[in-house]
C-alpha cells in the first residue's frame, strides 16, 4: 500500500458531495496562464498547471499548484518557481470551507475561510497584516478564472496581485 492509496479517493462522501460541489466541479487537470501584478504595474506571465481530486476518504478536495508548468520547466531548465499544494473541507461548525494552501519554495502556510458569494467561491484570510481574497469565478466545464487581490487598509481598496485563466488540457 502507497500513500496515494490512502489519501486519493474515487469521488466525495455523501456527506461532503453538496458542501463542497463548487470545488467538486473542480476535480481534474488544469492549464494555467498565470499573470502576476507586481505594485510598481509591471506583470509576468506564465505557464502553469493545476490538479484537483478528492481525498481523505472523500471529505476532502485537494490540488497541487504548479508554476511554472513541468512542460516550461522541462524547456527551459528553470525551476524557481513554485510547487504548492491546498486542502480543502467543509467545517459544520462555521458552515464554511477551511482552506489551506502551502508553498513550500517560499515558506508559505496560508489559511483561507471559503464560503459561495453568488456564482463566485471566495477565501478569504489576512498574513502579516494584509487582508487577502482568493476568488474562483466563471466556472464552466471547461474552464475558470481566479484571482488574488490584497487590501493593506482593511478592505477600502484593493490592488489586483494575481490572476489565472485555466482550461482542460
Known amino acids: 500500500m502507497s500513500l496515494a492509496d490512502v489519501l486519493l479517493s474515487a469521488g466525495p462522501r455523501s456527506e461532503a458531495a453538496v458542501e463542497l460541489a463548487f470545488f467538486g466541479r473542480l476535480v481534474g487537470s488544469w492549464d494555467v496562464a498565470v499573470t502576476n501584478h507586481h505594485p510598481d504595474g509591471a506583470g509576468e506571465e506564465l505557464l502553469g498547471e493545476w490538479h484537483f481530486g ?61 464560503r459561495q458569494q453568488g456564482e463566485e467561491m471566495v477565501l478569504e484570510g489576512t498574513f502579516d497584516g494584509v487582508l487577502t481574497r482568493w476568488i474562483f469565478s466563471d466556472v464552466k466545464p471547461g474552464s475558470f478564472h481566479w484571482r488574488a487581490v490584497e487590501s493593506s487598509d482593511d478592505g477600502r481598496t484593493w490592488r489586483l496581485r494575481q490572476q489565472m485563466v485555466a482550461s482542460r488540457p
Open 54 to 114: 478528492w481525498v481523505l476518504d472523500g471529505r476532502a478536495i485537494q490540488d497541487v499548484w504548479l508554476a511554472p508548468s513541468r512542460a516550461e520547466r522541462a524547456r527551459t531548465g528553470d525551476d524557481s518557481g513554485e510547487w504548492g499544494a491546498t486542502l480543502r473541507f467543509y467545517d459544520p461548525r462555521i458552515k464554511a470551507i477551511r482552506s489551506t494552501w502551502i508553498g513550500p519554495a517560499r515558506g508559505w502556510v496560508l489559511p483561507f475561510i471559503a
